[in-house]
Every structure is written in structure tokens, then in C-alpha cells.
């Protein structure tokens, strides 16, 4: 069992993103910088998005994805983790609000990633919109860590 009084967690946070009708973003939402040598053996990520009501009555979709990599572009070798969400609605369906996903993780015991002082973790998004008026895009992630 875990030593539970060593395991210490990093909240990692990406700016809101708005992102335009029928617009898209990719990129890098934020960075955890190991401090020292540690292994990590979970986290928990969270994507959302909040659409107007007004902008959902029209047909449209909305695709998210979260991943947390060694990589600085999605869909690369060294993904710990990703998340997905795809909503696709039509206009007399109103789907004003938020979307959110969560995600949690947590490697067996005696298990996980192991970093060096300076390695990074990216948290990445892509994100793209085809409804009417904009969209805002949220990303955040909890990382678990013991130091090693």
C-alpha cells in the first residue's frame, strides 16, 4: 500500500481559450516543470466547454480534446493520457451550457512515470467549433507525484 503522507499533487491550469464560429485552436494549454526527480502515478483532467444558448440554435458541433504528453503536439509518443469529447447537435435542439469530461487516472502501486529535475509535461488542447456566435474552452489538470 502507499505511503499516503508522500504523495503530492501540482495543479496545472490553461487560460480560457474563445474560440470563434466555425473556428479552431491547437496548442500547448500549460507546462508542469519537474522540481526534482519524481514519479508520477496519476492525475485527474478536466475539459469544458460553455456555449451560449442563443448560439446552439443552430446546427453545429463541438470537439475537445485534453492530453497530457512528454510531446509538445498531440497524438505523439509519450501520451500519459487523453480525453475526447465530440457533441453534434441540430438547431431545434438548444444545448445552451456547459460540457464538461473528466477524466482520472491512477497507475498500480509501485507503477507510474518517472521525471528528472527540468522534464516537462504538456497539457495540449484542440478544439474546434462550427456553431454560431463563440465558444469558451476551459482545461485544467491534477498531477500526482512521489518524489523518488
Keep these: 500500500m502507499r505511503n499516503l503522507k508522500n504523495i503530492r499533487s501540482t495543479f ?5 481559450i474563445t474560440i470563434p464560429a466555425t473556428g479552431s485552436e491547437d ?3 500549460a507546462t508542469f ?6 514519479r508520477v502515478i496519476g492525475f485527474d483532467m478536466d475539459i469544458e466547454a460553455r ?3 442563443g448560439a446552439s440554435n443552430t446546427d453545429g458541433f463541438v470537439e475537445m480534446i485534453s492530453e497530457l504528453s512528454r510531446s509538445g503536439q498531440r497524438s505523439r509518443d509519450g501520451s500519459l493520457g487523453r480525453e ?6 441540430n438547431g431545434i435542439l438548444s444545448i445552451g451550457g456547459e460540457l464538461r469530461k473528466t477524466k482520472t487516472v491512477m497507475f498500480p502501486d509501485g507503477c507510474g512515470y518517472d521525471m528528472d ?3 516537462i509535461l504538456n497539457l495540449l488542447h484542440y478544439c474546434v467549433y462550427t456553431g ?4 469558451d474552452f476551459y482545461q485544467n489538470c491534477l498531477i500526482y507525484w512521489v518524489e523518488r
Design 27 to 29: 496548442g500547448v494549454g
Design 132 to 135: 454560431t456566435d463563440t465558444v
Design 84 to 89: 475526447e469529447l465530440l457533441v453534434v447537435w
Design 33 to 38: 516543470i519537474a522540481q526534482d526527480k519524481l
Design 12 to 16: 496545472i491550469n490553461a487560460d480560457k
Design 51 to 53: 456555449i451560449d444558448d
Design 117 to 119: 529535475e527540468g522534464e
